[in-house]
């Protein structure tokens, strides 16, 4: 015998593959949503960690830009203090200088040359006086050069010839100059070899003096014989 079947399973097997088409359409549908909506929370937590995040570093940066403006305060005050002590110590330092200054200008002049002026500004002390020849103003230099501890770089300024009248028939030619010479501090000061500078505090020797603006008679003779 013979079965026949008159039942529409191709239309069947068709709505049934619909039916599970759509199923997995609405279940990935709903997983995409559901991943989507994860991503999307996952994404605001990240957001408000990094917010807080950002917030405590706001702090931190303002609390070491209050810090660093007290360093530069402070860093400014111990400048300020340090000057001031710097000051102070040139100053005690400088309190023996005019002391070596007139000694070591009367033991270096060589004979035939008197200081007329002697100036300070600093460290540069300016030296006018008047010589019986060149070579006595060469001589002083080099002396200034190598023979002094206190006095170092003389620099001539100038050098003019001149006569001067000695009686009424006597007259001697001279040389009239100016030279510029640099002091050193107590801590810079060196004696140069062999030669003894005097104590600190001593006295120039008899005939000798100085002036700091003096435009008369010899300031500042040599001590020689």
């Keep these: ?36 909506g994860g991503l999307y929370l996952w994404g605001v937590g990240q957001a408000a960690r990094q917010e807080a995040r950002n917030l405590l570093l706001r702090d931190e940066i303002s609390r070491l830009e209050k810090q660093i403006k007290d360093i530069a305060s402070l860093q400014s005050d111990i400048a300020a203090l340090r000057a001031r002590q710097q000051a102070v110590e040139n100053l005690q330092a400088d309190r023996n200088i005019p002391v070596h200054l007139l000694n070591e200008l009367t033991r270096l002049l060589p004979e035939g040359i008197y200081l007329t002026g002697l100036k300070q500004d600093g460290q540069t002390v300016l030296l006018t006086g008047v010589a019986q020849s060149n070579e006595r103003v060469s001589e002083l230099l080099r002396n200034l050069s190598h023979d002094s501890g206190w006095l170092s770089r003389p620099e001539l300024g100038e050098i003019v010839a001149s006569t001067i009248t000695l009686a009424p028939r006597e007259q001697r030619r001279i040389a009239n100059f100016t030279m510029r010479v640099t002091v050193s501090r107590a801590g810079d000061a060196r004696l140069p070899a062999g030669a003894a500078s005097g104590p600190a505090g001593a006295s120039p020797a008899p005939g000798a003096a100085a002036s700091s603006r003096a435009s008369g008679p010899a300031a500042v003779a040599s001590n020689r014989p």
């Design 1 to 36: 015998m013979i079965l026949i079947n008159l039942l529409p399973h191709r239309e069947a097997a068709r709505r049934q593959r619909r039916e599970s088409f759509y199923l997995m359409l609405g279940a990935a549908l709903a997983a995409g949503l559901v991943l989507a």
